[in-house]
């Protein structure tokens, strides 16, 4: 196929009645966060997620940020991370005043290695007047935050035991997770603290900005909601505590419930684009796609094996020539400058895998004569340059 411009990793699909809504917005001045899409929007993230409640704000960092802070997270807490995920996520933390501590992923799904997670717990902490703390450091465990990498859902029974056993907050920030059901089960199944969704453009759904607290706890929902809107009560100008002003507006409402209207055709792309990596490109010896997983599919990625050899920045290259955008995804937390100094456990398996992990175009848009074009022309390169 002879190529216009650069097929994408992934842009948003606003082609059903985004522009109707926010016009309707403009038409009756309803623009800000009171209106009928932001409550509409609610609604419909709690019958698709399977949770009872649902909370819009105005990005996902605020929405796992606001989730610490009404967890109890706070000045010189630890929060334990997984070492692979968006620096958001222990940006969220470091806004509360906690520090994370950095535990390693699972190579089966890029997630928090919960195996792992119970040893550190066991061997490192104890358990003193009714909370968790860090033996050598004496820094109180506030919260557990799992992360739900590139959509892909952890081992659901697993984190509820742990929820269960250790009573430390959980809040699984499953910002590009919207469209997985583990276990063939509704994400409400997870019986933990909340989850929090992002709703920025490059994600299955997008309503521009924006970001949802999702949870089956009644009264951590009123308290997010409540702490949200400035803490403010009545009619009055009157706050009985510290708030935030991070609630959705109604112009990113608007679009999200447009969006979530192509809910199961956006569902359905995303498995159908990532089967389609999967039957035709061909791995063999060189990588993986991780088939058998629970998840949204959200970005469609290969694993390159640290000995087939291959230079990704020369795949790179290549694809970007043909009008195909392949990158590199995350950058580990201990990496990061802000979060290089935290205390962290032993990180293997992010090390080895981070740098051969190469995202491939999967916006809902794509069409199959691209998908096809990309597939065969990564094919390519790799009968040229793999071992």
């Known amino acids: 196929m002879a190529h216009k411009k650069t097929i994408p990793i992934s842009i948003p699909?606003?082609?059903?009645?985004?522009?109707k809504y926010l016009t309707e917005c403009i038409d009756t001045k309803f623009v800000s966060s009171v209106g009928r899409f932001v409550n509409e929007f609610e609604k419909q993230l709690e019958f698709h997620s399977g949770f009872k409640h649902a909370c819009a704000v105005n990005s996902g960092t605020s929405a796992l940020s606001l989730s610490l802070h009404n967890a109890g997270a706070s000045h010189n807490d630890l929060v334990i991370i997984p070492d692979y995920t968006f620096i958001a996520t222990a940006n969220a933390v470091a806004h509360c005043g906690a520090n994370p501590w950095i535990l390693d992923i699972s190579s089966t799904n890029l997630n928090l290695d919960l195996q792992k997670l119970r040893s550190v717990l066991d061997?490192?902490?104890?358990?003193r007047r009714g909370n968790w703390f860090h033996?050598?450091?004496?820094?109180?465990?506030?919260?557990?935050?799992?992360?739900?990498?590139?959509?892909n859902s952890c081992d659901v029974n697993e984190l509820n035991d742990i929820y269960k056993d250790y009573s430390i907050p959980v809040i699984v920030d499953a910002a590009g997770a919207l469209g997985v059901e583990p276990n063939n089960q509704k994400l409400g199944?997870?019986?933990v603290t909340c989850l929090t969704i992002s709703f920025n453009g490059n994600k299955t759904f997008t309503s521009g900005g924006g970001g949802a607290i999702i949870?089956?706890?009644?009264?951590?929902?009123?308290?997010?909601?409540?702490?949200s809107t400035t803490a403010r009560y009545g009619y009055e100008?009157?706050?009985?505590?510290?708030?935030?002003?991070?609630?959705?507006?109604?112009?990113?409402?608007?679009?999200?419930c447009a969006q979530l209207e192509r809910y199961h055709e956006f569902v359905n792309r995303k498995s159908y684009i990532h089967s389609f990596y999967q039957n035709?490109?061909?791995?063999?010896?060189?990588?993986?796609?991780?088939?058998?997983?629970?998840?949204s599919r959200w970005i469609s990625y290969i694993i390159f094996n640290n000995d087939a050899n291959i230079n990704l920045e020369n795949l790179y290259s290549f694809m970007q020539n043909k009008g195909i955008e392949l990158r590199p995804f995350w950058v580990p937390m201990h990496m990061q400058e802000p979060f290089k100094n935290c205390l962290?456990?032993?990180?293997?398996?992010?090390?080895?895998?981070?740098?051969?992990?190469?995202?491939l175009p999967s916006s809902t848009g794509i069409t199959d004569e691209e998908l096809s074009y990309t597939a065969s022309s990564i094919n390519s390169f790799l009968r040229d340059h793999a071992l």
Not at 215 to 227: A, I, Q, R
Not at 243 to 255: C, E, I, K, W, Y
């Open 189 to 191: 199944n997870l019986d």
């Open 344 to 359: 962290r456990e032993n990180l293997d398996v992010t090390k080895s895998l981070f740098q051969n992990v190469c995202t």
């Open 237 to 256: 100008y009157k706050h009985d505590e510290v708030g935030f002003n991070h609630r959705m507006t109604n112009l990113q409402a608007a679009v999200g």
């Open 215 to 227: 949870t089956n706890d009644s009264s951590f929902f009123e308290l997010c909601k409540h702490t």
């Open 123 to 127: 061997s490192n902490c104890e358990i």
């Open 135 to 151: 033996k050598d450091t004496g820094q109180r465990i506030a919260a557990i935050v799992p992360v739900f990498a590139l959509g």
């Open 280 to 295: 035709n490109i061909f791995l063999s010896g060189v990588g993986t796609m991780h088939r058998s997983i629970d998840s």
């Open 13 to 19: 699909n606003i082609t059903g009645n985004e522009q």
